[in-house]
């Protein structure tokens, strides 16, 4: 049984940081192409970051280009995302999503499997 966790989301004011984490349990981890996701009540689940199976290389939403940072621990199954100056913009359900592909893709209906989300909330 596939299973992605979140965890590390929380409420920070702006200009703050958050650091996310992504277990994965039950894949073969390095076969997937990670990306975290987030989505706010009422609109479209938005592409955040993306890291490709080895983590030679990664791509940004422009939003978030500068600011966050995805990386992944292979041997821990796990990816992060880093988020620095954040803005009250930012505030959504982040969610980690696996991609049995050797690219990245920013349509959701392209990743296999999905985390819970967690929270992330900036205020003013």
């Known amino acids: 049984q596939v299973q992605l966790v979140e965890s590390g989301g929380g409420s920070v004011q702006t200009g703050g940081s958050l650091r996310l984490s992504c277990a994965a349990s039950?894949?073969?981890?390095?076969?997937?192409?990670m990306a975290w996701f987030r989505q706010v009540p009422g609109k479209e689940r938005e592409f955040v970051a993306g890291?490709?199976?080895?983590?030679?290389?990664?791509t940004y939403a422009d939003s978030v280009a500068g600011r966050f940072s995805i990386s992944r621990d292979n041997p821990r199954n796990t990816v992060i995302l880093q988020m620095n100056s954040l803005k009250p913009e930012d505030t959504a359900v982040y969610y980690c999503a696996a991609r049995h592909a050797i690219m990245w893709s920013k349509a959701g209906h392209d990743y296999d499997y999905w985390g819970q989300g967690t929270q992330v909330t900036v205020s003013s």
């Open positions: 039950g894949l073969g981890f390095s076969s997937y192409v």
């Open positions: 890291i490709l199976r080895y983590g030679s290389s990664t």
